[in-house]
C-alpha cells in the first residue's frame, strides 16, 4: 500500500537465470547442441520458430536466444523481431548458411542481433559466442539495474519533498495513485510502472504555491484569474524538473497533459508518438478529474456521470473506475494515540500544529517518515495525542 516502492522495473526481472535458447527446424540437430554445450551452458531448446517464441513467452525470458535463419513458417529474423518486443534484454544470435550471409550481416545493422556464425559451426566457436552473448548481457542489465535504482531513489527523494512541503498535495497524489492502479490493471496497461509514477508525481509542480491557494482548489473555491494562472501551471513546472531524470521524459509528458482541453487533444498530440504513453495520459487525467469531483462530496456514482456528461474523458477509461475501492475503504476508523499508530495505517483528519500549519493532509497513508515525524511532533506536544486513522480492522 505504500508509495515508497521501486519503480521502474518494466522487464521481466532482473534476477533472471542466464538460461540459453536454442531453436532450430531439425530436431537432431538441437539435441546435438543439448548434449556437447549441457556441462557448460544452461541449455533449453525449442522445435521451430513458432515454438520458439512459445518458450520465450512461457518460460523466458532467456540471457540468449541463438536461431537457425532458414525455418519454415517463421524464420530467424522473424522470431528475433517478437523477441525484441518481448523481451528486449535477450541477446540473439543468428545461425547462418554460407548463402546467407548478406542477409545476416543487414540483420546485425539493423540491431536485431548481436553475431551470426556460418554453418557448420564448431563446439569451440559457438561455446566463445555463447560466452560473450552472456556477457553482453551481463552488461546490459547491470546498466539497466543502475538506472532503475537511480530513478527510484530520485522519486523517493521527490515523493517525500512533497510530502513535507505540500501534504494535502501529496495526500491527493496517494489517492490517485491508487485510482491509476485500479485502472492499469483492469485495463492492462503497457508499462504501467510508469503510469504509476506519474499519479504520485502528478502534483510535484505544486511545492511553488502556497497551500491556501491548493486548499482552495480542493475545495472548489473559485481562483482570482493570477492565482488560476499560477495553479493551471504546476502540470508544466513538474514536467521541467522530472525531464532532467533519465527514463522520465514520457512520465514528463504524461504529466503535463493534466490540463488538455480534452480527450481529443491527448490523442491527436503529435509530439508524442507512444500509444502507451497516450493512454497513460488519459487514465492520469481522468483519475485526477474524478479524485477532485470526490473531494467536493459527490458520490462515486455522481462523480462517474459526471465525466461521462461533459464529454471530455474516454468512455472506456471512466466505465473502468466503476469498481474502484480505496484503501481507506477496506478499514475502519479508529482514533488511536500517535505512539500506536502503524505504517500503512491512512490518516482520517488533517493533522496540524498548534499554530494552524497542515503537518498532514486527511487520506495521507502512513509510511516510515511520516511515522517519525509525527512522532517527533507528538513529542514536543505540537499536535493532538491521539488521531483519527483508519487501520485494519482487530483480528478476531
Not at 98 to 115: K, P
Request: with cysteine; net charge negative.
Amino acid at each position: 500500500m505504500s508509495h515508497q516502492r521501486v519503480y521502474g522495473s518494466e522487464n521481466w526481472g532482473n534476477a533472471m537465470s542466464e538460461k540459453i535458447l536454442f531453436v532450430d527446424d531439425e530436431s537432431a540437430v538441437l539435441e546435438g547442441y543439448q548434449r556437447s554445450l549441457r556441462r557448460e551452458f544452461d541449455v533449453e531448446i525449442a522445435l521451430g520458430g513458432f515454438a520458439g517464441l512459445s518458450q520465450v513467452e512461457k518460460a523466458g525470458p532467456y540471457a540468449v536466444v541463438v536461431s537457425d535463419m532458414r525455418m519454415p513458417g517463421m524464420d530467424g529474423i522473424q522470431l528475433f523481431n517478437k523477441i525484441r518486443a518481448l523481451a528486449p534484454d535477450s541477446v540473439r544470435i543468428m545461425l547462418t548458411g554460407n548463402t546467407d550471409v548478406d542477409t545476416a550481416i543487414n540483420a546485425v545493422n539493423e540491431g536485431r542481433v548481436f553475431r551470426f556464425l556460418t554453418k557448420p559451426v564448431t563446439k569451440e566457436t559457438l561455446a566463445s559466442a555463447l560466452t560473450a552473448g552472456l556477457e553482453q548481457f551481463r552488461l546490459v542489465t547491470a546498466e539497466k539495474e543502475l538506472l532503475e535504482k537511480t530513478l527510484s531513489g530520485s522519486i523517493k527523494v521527490l515523493t517525500e519533498v512533497l510530502s513535507l512541503v505540500n501534504p494535502a498535495a501529496f495526500s491527493r497524489a496517494v489517492r490517485v495513485q491508487q485510482y491509476v492502479r485500479h485502472l492499469s490493471r483492469k485495463m492492462n496497461v503497457p508499462g504501467a510502472w510508469r503510469l504509476d509514477v506519474a499519479a504520485m508525481m502528478s502534483q510535484l509542480g505544486c511545492v511553488t504555491l502556497p497551500s491556501e491557494m491548493i486548499d482552495a482548489v480542493y475545495a472548489d473555491e473559485k481562483l482570482s484569474t493570477k492565482d488560476q494562472t499560477h495553479y493551471d501551471s504546476h502540470p508544466r513546472i513538474a514536467q521541467d524538473l522530472l525531464s532532467k531524470i533519465p527514463r522520465m521524459e514520457p512520465i514528463a509528458w504524461m504529466i503535463a497533459q493534466q490540463n488538455a482541453a480534452s480527450a481529443t487533444a491527448i490523442a491527436i498530440d503529435a509530439s508524442m508518438t507512444d500509444e502507451s504513453v497516450k493512454l497513460g495520459a488519459q487514465i492520469l487525467r481522468t483519475a485526477l478529474a474524478f479524485d477532485q469531483l470526490r473531494g467536493q462530496g459527490r458520490s462515486k456514482k455522481e462523480a462517474l456521470q459526471r465525466l461521462s456528461y461533459t464529454g471530455k474523458y474516454l468512455p472506456n477509461v471512466v466505465d473502468a473506475l466503476a469498481d474502484v475501492e480505496l484503501d481507506s475503504e477496506q478499514m475502519e476508523v479508529r482514533r488511536r494515540p500517535v505512539s500506536t499508530l502503524a505504517i500503512g495505517m491512512i490518516i482520517d483528519e488533517d493533522v496540524r500544529s498548534n499554530v494552524g500549519i497542515l503537518i498532514v493532509a486527511k487520506g495521507t497513508e502512513i509510511t516510515k517518515f511520516l511515522l517519525a515525524r509525527l512522532n517527533n511532533f507528538n513529542e514536543r506536544n505540537m499536535i493532538p495525542d491521539e488521531l483519527l486513522v483508519f487501520s485494519p480492522p482487530p483480528q478476531v
